[in-house]
Nanobody, 134 residues
Framework: QVQLVESRGGLVQPGWSLRLSCEASGFSLDTYDYYGIGWFRQAPGKEREGISCINPFDDSSYLSSSVKGRFTIFRDKAKNTVWLQMNSLKPEDTAVYYC????????????????????????WGQGTQVTVSS
């Protein structure tokens, strides 16, 4: 069973940085590269939105317009971990952040090519709260 565990978020001030990690387990070594891992967030009263992902086949990545230029995604394959580096945080970044994995062996169209859809994810982490406030 695939499990995703996010690191603890926290309360930070506007302009600060925070790094989240998503550690994946339950993959076998020969199937890890078949799972795309991305980051989503859900602010109070809003729908969950996909903000970043990384394609395991070519390491290409996607960042939504709301975080592009401030956030970076990268992964360590040996540690089965994907990180989301968040810089220049704003109050509007306040949300519960989730990582999610999609099994790329299931044909559902391209992955991490300019969009990231909630409905296409197969596994979810428990979520971690990030609050940006002075």
């Amino acid at each position: 069973q695939v499990q995703l565990v996010e690191s603890r978020g926290g309360l930070v001030q506007p302009g600060w940085s925070l790094r989240l990690s998503c550690e994946a387990s339950g993959f076998s070594l020969d199937t890890y590269d078949y799972y795309g891992i991305g980051w989503f967030r859900q602010a109070p009263g809003k729908e969950r939105e996909g903000i970043s992902c990384i394609n395991p086949f070519d390491d290409s990545s996607y960042l939504s317009s709301s975080v592009k230029g401030r956030f970076t995604i990268f992964r360590d394959k040996a540690k089965n971990t994907v990180w989301l580096q968040m810089n220049s945080l704003k109050p509007e970044d306040t949300a519960v952040y989730y990582c999610a994995a999609r099994d790329l062996r299931i044909p559902r169209g391209s992955y991490c090519k300019g969009q990231l859809y909630v409905a296409e994810q197969d596994f979810w982490g428990q979520g971690t709260q990030v609050t940006v406030s002075s």
